[in-house]
């Protein structure tokens, strides 16, 4: 693999704060990769010959295109992890900061809670997880899809969600536990703070947002890929998470807004669809949202 734009894995997530106290990041989006190779070559050659610069890569999931139901096949999952390995160093090579989740079609092994696979030397699995960015800036992250129904009836199969109910139970307890684990460094400090501003990633999005309503063929009813629970989890934490980056749906590119939370579908990388995200925040405010550029390739 070239050995693209490697002088960003120097970057320093903490050094980005202007003389002003102004402190800014430049987020590389990505999503539903589905082995796309080609277009991830072609994705480096385009960061590397216009000399971008990100402060992190975010990849929202399908980074493979395994089928579920050989969730059980071990040789199979384990082939799986082996092309999300290939898939992710890629992305890795354009900034060692890489963040993400995996969808309904990648490998079983990196939807468990613990003992993930660890795929490539600095990549971070999301999927369940709470990190810290800043002093006051958290992301954090859920992977698989729950059903997608068109007009009542479920059109798309969830995993490793069968309904909604499992779904909220990961999302809740994902919160709470970074709510109440106290970090090293003796400070008695808990993960997810009262103040912090909260990225939250997730591969399938929010059920009442137009980023999840798939309407590829016009001439049919729309199709509901979102989850309700995600959706009522965003409404009940609006002051807080001010940023929901997601994939899955792929014919519903864009970005819209709930409250104070902006929600961002970047498009599939397997249709050459990415984006380029800048967040900032001014001294005593809160994170926010500054510009969001879908791009193609």
């Known amino acids: 693999m070239e050995n693209n734009n490697n002088n960003n894995n120097n970057n320093n997530n903490n050094n980005n704060q202007d003389d002003n106290g102004i402190k800014r990041k430049r987020i590389l989006l990505t999503t539903d990769l589905h082995l796309g190779y080609d277009h991830l070559k072609e994705l480096s ?110 059109k798309w199969v969830g995993y490793p969600y069968t309904n909604e109910d499992d779904l909220n139970r990961d999302l809740q307890e994902t919160y709470e536990t970074a709510k109440n684990t106290v970090v090293s460094g003796g400070d008695n400090k808990t993960l997810i703070r009262d103040g912090d501003s909260i990225i939250l990633l997730t591969h399938v999005g929010p059920h009442h947002s137009s980023t999840t309503v798939d309407q590829f063929d016009i001439t049919v009813a729309p199709l509901y890929s979102g989850s309700k629970s995600i959706s009522q989890f965003i409404i009940d934490h609006n002051e807080d998470i001010f940023l929901n980056i997601h994939g899955h749906t792929h014919a519903a590119v864009g970005m819209t807004t709930t409250g104070n939370t902006t929600i961002i579908n970047p498009g599939p990388l397997k249709f050459k669809c990415y984006g380029i995200l800048e967040i900032e925040k001014h001294f005593s405010q809160k994170w926010k949202v500054t510009s969001m550029q879908f791009k193609r390739l």
Do not use: W
């Open 45 to 154: 050659n385009v960061v590397y010959k216009n000399a971008q610069r990100f402060d992190m890569v975010i990849c929202t999931g399908d980074i493979a295109n395994f089928d579920p139901e050989e969730a059980g096949d071990v040789e199979k999952v384990a082939a799986c992890e082996g092309e999300m390995s290939h898939a992710l160093s890629y992305l890795e090579n354009i900034d060692k900061h890489l963040y993400y989740l995996p969808g309904n079609h990648d490998a079983k092994t990196t939807l468990s809670k613990d003992d993930k696979p660890r795929l490539t030397t600095y990549s971070t699995n999301l999927h369940r997880e709470c990190i810290r960015l800043e002093d006051d800036l958290v992301v954090m992250g859920l992977g698989g899809s729950v059903p997608g129904y068109r007009e009542g009836e479920q």
